[in-house]
């Protein structure tokens, strides 16, 4: 796991940056490689940390993913039928165990690029905590992220992980 973060305050041209950096990978058209699209945390869909998960495994491998989406629906049909808070939670967790289960699945034969925008519109208050801990259990991927807030992202995974940031 190799960590980017750019950090430079609004209208400096951090998204354009990652944007042409997404297009540089792209370019090499290596097979090793799989380059998501950028997640602009300011997008209403990204302020829900479900929805960031589906995202990137739909960007990924929906057919890797199967078994995630499979817990997803059963978590929400869980969550319908009133089952107590500590089954939902225990769910959750499942859930994003499996996530990580299937993203290194795909992990193991090309390297993935995440792009990751705005990090600074964060809503959800437990998002950038669910964020760190998903994020530090990845393999062979490459984060890039960019926002007003990039370094102190940085410095919570460097001191909870021993995660370098750049």
């Known amino acids: 796991l190799q960590i980017l973060c750019i950090e430079a305050p609004g209208g400096i041209g951090k998204t354009r940056l990652l ?28 302020q829900i940390a479900e929805n960031v998960g589906r995202s990137i495994a739909q960007m ?6 199967t078994r995630y989406f499979r817990d997803l629906l059963d978590y929400h ?4 039928a009133g089952v107590s ?9 499942e859930n994003i ?9 795909v992990s193991k ?21 669910k ?9 062979n991927t490459l984060i890039l992220i960019a926002g007003r807030n990039a370094s102190k992202i940085g410095r919570s995974l460097q001191s909870r992980f021993g995660q370098e940031c750049v």
């Open 77 to 80: 049909k869980m969550e319908s």
């Open 60 to 65: 990924i491998d929906e057919q890797v993913f």
């Open 97 to 105: 165990q499996m996530f990580v289960e299937c993203f290194n699945a």
């Open 19 to 46: 944007q042409e950096v997404r297009t540089q990978y792209l370019s090499t058209q290596q097979a090793r490689l799989k380059i998501t699209n950028i997640i602009d945390f300011d997008a209403y869909e990204f």
């Open 131 to 139: 964020f760190l801990y998903i994020s530090n259990q990845l393999n």
């Open 109 to 129: 034969t090309q390297r993935i690029v995440l792009f990751y925008d705005t990090t600074d519109a964060f809503q959800e208050t437990d998002f950038p905590e």
């Open 85 to 93: 808070s500590e089954l939902l939670r225990n769910k959750l967790a």
